[in-house]
């Protein structure tokens, strides 16, 4: 059954739609009527007489049809840390006039999860679909239900003599209850103008007549976090990532470097999992890149923890790559396995607190300049004596240092971005010469094994390819040395 036909369906007698909402399900939007006016009010206040003809309120009448008064029962599923609620996801079970619902809200992370979306309860166990969808939030964890809610609702016309509702008044009673304990009931009222709405006088006395009784005007409701209290009030585990401080302690800039990469892995797991395949490089590049931001760290990392990063991000990449065109279901297969699951584990704890070889609480910007000073004295160790008949395995070194460095400098650029910038530019000349030398390196090594296996006459040709490769190669070799005695100068300005 499709979205618009499911939809349908989910509708009950009446026409009360299975859609309606206590006060604090879904979470309300940011763009709701203007002149909307909110109050918290005491759960058990008597509701006063919203009637005075004096000013144009005539009558308060209660609305029928599908606004008519109702009462809903939401148990709200979750991991017993929360990470779902803190992660701005909230997953229901709903019971609405006897018929059972699933429901998921999720207006954080739009478009890649729903705003909202309903699938009738067709047996207990949550839907594949939807498990499949939040999966990446939720990773490994169990779900079970952490919190039910009853929302008693009324709603009203405010009514000028003639009949015309100028405001409706909605009034939300709701309990919450965990692990069988009542811990929070709260009642919201809420008044929309409607129409003509309401003129300044009237406002004001419905105000005053709503104060009088012991609500207070709030500018927007509490959001279903704060009323459900700890964990749920937690930090996310996937955090959005805030700007790079160089003044910042090493150990945060740490932990803002991982949360980007984890944030840009989730959000293209959650796009896969929707049906984009194209964000299937985009995840394959977010891991290699912090593979390779963590390598450009490796000196100041604990060489246990992050070795075995290393080898889990370099997994999820060849996971996600797929030169055959990879079927969508194979794909979201992998991304459902227990390995992976475990590496987004892993880095979710990375964020909250990286290991580094040393409590380090020097700034950051520091760490890092010591770092690049560092990675380019290793350069200079490898690279200043090269010559054209230096040993292959010395040019192989080299090349091996130069992509360290450019890690590091790479790394370094989000609190340095104009020095790193500044050796980036340095490094152009004699990065892409080194890499001429390394492609050279390889194809006369494949070339001579396959001189071994040719007749004479295919050898000879071959020979003289292979001359040519080894010119060439040393022509490069020459070119490398004159360029780097002017960049080493350059880097040690």
């Known amino acids: 059954m499709g979205k618009k036909k499911r ?3 989910a509708a009950g007698k ?11 399900l879904p979470e309300r939007s940011s763009t709701n009527p203007p002149g909307q006016r909110y109050y918290d009010m005491p759960y058990s206040a008597a509701t006063p007489r919203l009637i005075n003809p004096d000013l144009g309120l005539h009558h308060l009448v209660a609305r029928v049809g599908h606004n008519a008064a109702y009462e809903i029962s939401v148990t709200l599923l979750d991991a017993p840390d929360h990470r779902l609620i803190r992660s701005g996801v909230l997953l229901a079970h709903r019971v609405l006039d006897g018929r059972g619902e699933w429901y998921i809200t999720a207006p954080d992370w739009q478009p890649l999860l729903p705003k909202d979306r309903i699938e009738l309860m067709g047996h207990a166990d949550l839907p594949e679909e939807l498990a499949d969808m939040i999966r990446p939030l939720r990773r490994r964890a169990t779900l079970g239900p952490v919190a039910a809610l009853t929302c008693d609702r009324r709603e009203f016309a405010l009514r000028d003599d003639e009949g015309t509702t100028l405001a409706l008044l909605r009034d939300d009673k709701v309990t919450v209850r965990r692990g069988g304990l009542t811990t929070a009931r709260y009642r919201e009222v809420l008044i929309t103008p409607l129409g003509p709405g309401l003129n300044d006088q009237q406002s004001a006395w ?6 009088q009784v012991g609500a207070t005007p709030v500018p927007r409701f509490p959001r279903l976090v704060s009323r459900l209290g700890a964990p749920a009030t937690g930090p996310t585990d996937i955090p959005v990532p805030g700007p790079f401080d160089a003044a910042a302690p090493f150990k945060k800039f740490v932990s803002q470097l991982v949360a980007r990469r984890l944030r840009q892995i989730v959000e ?3 796009a896969i999992r929707g049906g984009d395949l194209t964000a299937v490089d985009r995840l394959a590049d977010h891991a290699a890149r912090l593979r390779e931001e963590l390598k ?6 604990d060489p246990d923890w992050v070795e075995d990063l290393y080898d889990e991000l370099g997994w999820i990449s060849l996971v996600a790559k797929s030169p055959n065109g990879e079927e ?3 794909l979201t297969a992998r991304l459902r396995s227990e390995r992976y699951l475990t590496v987004l584990e892993r ?5 909250r607190s990286p290991k580094l070889a040393d409590q380090r609480s020097d700034p950051a910007g520091e760490v890092l300049a010591g770092l690049v000073s560092m990675a380019v004295t290793r350069m200079r160790s490898f690279a200043d004596h090269l010559n054209v008949d230096s040993l292959d395995e010395e040019w192989e070194e080299a090349w091996q240092e130069m992509g360290h460095l450019e890690w590091v400098v790479g790394v370094a650029a989000q609190v340095l971005p104009e020095e790193a910038a500044l050796i980036q530019q340095q490094l152009i000349k004699p990065r892409q010469l080194l890499l001429e030398i390394h492609n050279d390196h390889h194809r006369e090594l494949a070339t001579y094994e396959r001189v071994a296996n040719l007749l004479p006459e295919q050898a000879f040709a071959a020979g003289r390819d292979f001359e040519r490769e080894t010119r060439k190669m040393r022509h490069a070799r020459r070119e490398f040395a004159e360029a780097w005695a002017k960049t080493k100068k350059k880097l040690g300005a």
Request: glycine share 6%.
């Open 14 to 24: 009446n026409g009360k739609p299975v859609a309606a909402q206590p006060a604090a």
């Open 296 to 301: 450009g760290l490796s000196v100041v990392l």
């Open 328 to 330: 969508h279901d194979r």
């Open 268 to 270: 293209a797991d959650l």
């Open 206 to 211: 419905l105000d005053r007549s709503l104060v």
């Open 7 to 9: 939809r349908k369906a």
């Open 347 to 351: 880095l979710v704890a990375a964020v």
